[in-house]
């Protein structure tokens, strides 16, 4: 199984990217009011893990797999543009929070591809990037497949095939609520080492159950990357601290990488 590698001119990689870095903010690093599951907030400070973790846990009987988080974002900035319009580019025209010009979806693609192969590239050899079978993205709950971020990842020259081995069930998922049995696996997955990747983490209800059912299928999910984690500054003083204190922090593209879920164990 190969460890994953990024092709490609490292030099100019290394140059477009850093020239987006404006428009990145980092994660937060663990602190006593970050939820370590998702980068987020916690709610009480010493519980455990957010609410948004904690409903993972009742829901779906697991602890999360932590969210490794590329960036930070909110509403309105430019990178919640490119999030939003790479699926979507007819919706730019007449979205009152935009703030990036408009385009074609194409550049807009190129630019997810080029901070995700960027981070990928810095962080080469990493634990969670060894010995991989596949890098699987997290389905749309709206949208018909193919999901457009394989298109990204596709563009980030990747020696690890990006598969779809997951597909929405008729199980009722809401944002906010993770559900058992709301994906199911396309191909059996027992004892492969996945990456999993998902472009924005709110709550985490979508990620976590596609991580479950590939848990559940015998898949060993070796983390989870999300480009970019929404914020919501406005929501209260303690979150705008927060948001302005990363706001204001220099930009890596190294990660510190959480620790991985446990292997599944066999049914």
């Keep these: 199984m190969p460890s994953l590698t990024v092709t490609g ?5 290394r140059s477009a990217s850093d020239a987006l870095i404006p428009y990145l903010v980092p994660p937060p690093p663990p602190a006593a009011d970050i939820c370590p599951g ?7 400070l ?3 893990l957010c609410h948004n973790c904690a409903d993972v846990v009742q829901a779906l009987g697991r602890v999360p797999v932590p969210a490794t988080v590329i960036s930070l974002y909110r509403k309105p900035s ?6 939003t319009f790479y699926k979507d580019p007819d919706a730019a025209a007449d979205d009152e929070h935009r703030q990036w010009p408009l385009e074609p979806a194409r550049e807009t693609t190129a630019r997810l591809s080029t901070i995700t192969a960027r981070f990928l590239l810095e962080n080469v050899g990493a634990a969670p990037l060894q010995d991989l079978d596949a890098v699987c993205v997290v389905p749309s709950t709206r949208r018909q497949p193919p999901h457009a971020l394989e298109a990204v990842l596709r563009g980030v020259g990747l020696n690890v095939p990006v598969v779809s081995l997951l597909q929405r069930t008729t199980t009722p998922l809401e944002h906010s609520h993770p559900a058992l049995g ?18 924005v983490y709110t709550t985490g209800a979508l990620s976590q ?19 970019a984690r929404r914020f919501n500054p406005g929501h209260d ?7 302005q ?14 620790s991985t879920s446990a292997p599944p164990s066999p049914h």
């Design 182 to 199: 709301a994906y199911a696996c396309t191909e059996p997955v027992q004892d492969s080492r996945v990456l999993l990747v998902d472009d």
């Design 9 to 13: 001119d490292a030099d100019r990689l």
């Design 78 to 83: 430019p990178l919640r543009d490119w999030l």
């Design 38 to 44: 998702c980068s987020s907030w916690r709610d009480v």
């Design 209 to 227: 159950s596609a991580a479950h059912a590939l848990q559940e299928a015998g898949a060993h999910v070796t983390a989870l990357i999300v480009l």
């Design 237 to 243: 003083p303690a979150v705008a601290a927060i948001w």
């Design 46 to 48: 010493g519980q455990d």
């Design 245 to 258: 204190r990363q706001a204001a922090a220099a930009f890596s593209w190294r990660c510190d990488w959480p």
